[in-house]
């Protein structure tokens, strides 16, 4: 009599055993509404508070202004679990409770802290972040409904496309209600325009430096501009007349930005500060006039559009971490991968 493909497949498990090297994979048939079911609640319990606490130290390094360093591991760690969590977890009600648990324990610290969040937007951002999480996972749900295989790959795709949109939208609001009038004129804040500026700025002007003085800034860029320009073949001119041509450049361009930005620049001073009292003196009045949440709320757009544009190199680095978790918890028999009817895969916890 002609064997079928599950006897077949239960033959084989008997001869290859149910160890491998790497996580235990017990590949005998079970009955679909066996493999749907969620049977050890305690393991149910620690993968939904594990995912809270992730949450929780999101949110506290946030409200606290830790390091970027800090508050990057940690947004990496809360959207690892977040990623597996539709694997360890067939019940969508059970679900959605760990999401919602999730997101009250990241947005509760930042609701004790100190910045001064415009609650309209705190809470709106908080549901919108809830949706968004919640989408992910029942994203993540719909492909391990519709594949016969666990294709980890394209569960983490489907998850952090929205999940991480979650992430971005908490960032944006906790550093923009951060932001204010004094950060916009800052010493830091400046400096790290210039930082970002800086590989511009040194394809014309080589070896620029914030720190260099603004007669040497212009001076550097006078000579690259006489060079290139060829005036009266500016190599082959005497040391003397080269540098009464450049001081002359120099004094030239002081006056044009002067000028035409309407600013004062003192040659003595660094690149650096003679950019600050710049856009002090240009834009600190004009900007005093608009209301702080109406800037904050500007600046957590800007974030969280840089933010939404870097994700997909974000995204690598969650999808290897929660894989290498997932690993971790088949190789821990924390989990198992197992075989319904019709050869589909599914995670069980026992």
Request: glycine residues 4%; hydrophobic residues 50%.
């Amino acid at each position: 009599m002609k064997k079928t493909k599950e006897e077949k497949i239960r033959e084989k498990a008997e001869k290859k055993g149910k160890k491998n090297k790497f996580f235990r994979e017990d590949i005998s048939l079970k009955k679909p509404e066996d493999a749907e079911a969620d049977y050890s609640l305690w393991k149910i319990i620690a993968v939904i508070t594990v995912t809270a606490a992730s949450a929780a130290l999101f949110g506290m390094t946030l409200s606290h202004q830790f390091s970027l360093s800090r508050v990057f591991g940690a947004g990496l760690l809360f959207a690892a679990f977040i990623t597996i969590q539709p694997l360890l977890i067939k019940d969508r009600n059970k679900i959605l409770f760990s999401v919602f648990l999730s997101v009250i324990s990241l947005f509760l610290p930042l609701f004790l802290s100190d910045i001064p969040f415009f609650s309209p937007v705190f809470f709106s951002v908080m549901v919108a972040s809830f949706l968004f999480l919640v989408w992910g996972q029942l994203s993540g749900k719909e492909e391990l409904d519709n594949a016969l295989r666990i294709r980890f790959s394209k569960l983490s795709g489907r998850v952090l496309s929205k999940s991480l949109t979650a992430i971005a939208l908490t960032a944006a609001i906790v550093f923009g209600w951060s932001f204010n009038i004094n950060t916009l004129f800052s010493e830091k804040f400046i400096n790290s325009i210039i930082d970002i500026s800086k590989p511009i700025i040194g394809y014309y002007v080589p070896n620029f430096d914030p720190a260099m003085n603004f007669r040497d800034f212009l001076a550097v860029s006078a000579k690259q501009s006489l060079a290139g320009n060829n005036v009266v073949e500016f190599n082959l001119m005497p040391e003397t007349l080269k540098n009464q041509l450049i001081n002359q450049t120099v004094e030239n361009s002081r006056r044009s930005l002067e000028n035409n930005f309407g600013i004062n620049i003192d040659l003595n001073l660094s690149f650096s500060e003679n950019l600050r009292n710049a856009i002090t003196e240009k834009l600190k009045d004009p900007a005093s006039l608009i209301p702080a949440d109406h800037l904050s709320i500007a600046a957590a757009i800007v974030i969280f559009l840089i933010a939404r544009g870097t994700l997909w190199i974000f995204s690598w680095l969650v999808a290897a971490l929660s894989f290498f978790v997932y690993q971790t918890l088949l190789a821990i028999s924390f989990a198992e991968v197992t075989l319904e009817t019709r050869s589909k895969e599914v995670v069980l916890l026992k």
